[in-house]
Nanobody, 124 residues
């Protein structure tokens, strides 16, 4: 069973950037599809981005496409989310998640393992 710990959140001005990291332990990292999700206050958790086991294939929510980049380093058991051109509407708690499911890659239910989340706040 894999454990996930996110880091890198914080407060940034609109137009700025942040890089989130998610360190995995307790499992074979390279067997998991990895994803990032976010949850804003009063809203449901939503899909942000996902990367396949090798790192060769990625998929993004339309709201972040062209601004965010997901990547992974299997040697370091870590997945990253580079967030550029941040907007106030990107403010949320960001969660890292791991999946071995063959279900839809953007679906919350496809991910069995979750981190505790890291807060990202974008000021206008």
């Amino acid at each position: 069973q894999v454990q996930l710990v996110e880091s890198g959140g914080g407060l940034v001005q609109a137009g700025g950037f942040l890089r989130l990291s998610c360190a995995a332990s307790g499992g074979t990292f390279s067997r998991y599809r990895m994803g990032w999700f976010r949850q804003a206050p009063g809203k449901e958790r939503e899909f942000v981005a996902t990367v396949n086991v090798s790192g060769g294939s990625t998929y993004y929510a339309d709201s972040v496409k062209g601004r965010f980049t997901i990547s992974r380093n299997n040697a370091k058991n870590t997945v990253y989310l580079q967030m550029n051109s941040l907007k106030p509407e990107d403010t949320a708690v960001y969660y890292c998640a791991a999946s071995t499911s063959i279900g839809p890659i953007a679906a919350i239910l496809s991910y069995a393992y979750w981190g505790q989340g890291t807060q990202v706040t974008v000021s206008s």
